[in-house]
């Protein structure tokens, strides 16, 4: 019988970490009876309200995610009333803009920002490497030699990897 391989997963516990987190501002939104509102969304709306009406492109460059994972997000946040879509400038693009749903909540928005902040920093100065530094040293390990290169010489080494298809 062949190992999984997915049985080890150093990350699986950060990924969970976070989910976990975020199921909790998710509460937060459900205490208050924002409906239709995800943790994820909240930054994009912040920015929209801070910045004014953007293109996909403007507002995934704000928040420093692809064109194509921002698009479906607009897509899901559109669909959640939060946003309104209109052709942009030229044809092929989006204006993304708050509806008044959105407008209306975002006092409170950048109020829970603040506060996930302030608990996020309270915890770290809980715990006796923070995570904020954990990052950190990560991107500078990852300065000195990338995560394609570290994976790569695995394969190199790896005959399932290596091996052509039959």
Known sequence: MTQDPTEISHWRALRLLQARMDEDIAR???EARIDGL????VMELIKLH????MTIKELA?????????LSQKVAAMRRAGLVETV?????????VMLTERATGMIDRLMAEWRATESALA???AEIPYPLGQVVLDVERALERRSFHDRIA??????PAWISPEP
């Open 87 to 95: 052709t942009g400038a030229d044809a092929r693009s989006k204006q």
């Open 38 to 41: 995800k943790p994820s969304y």
């Open 153 to 158: 010489e695995r394969l190199a080494a790896d």
């Open 50 to 53: 801070l910045r004014g009406p």
């Open 122 to 124: 309270e915890l770290e």
């Open 28 to 30: 937060l939104y459900t």
């Open 61 to 69: 460059e704000a928040v420093q995610r692809t064109h194509s994972a």
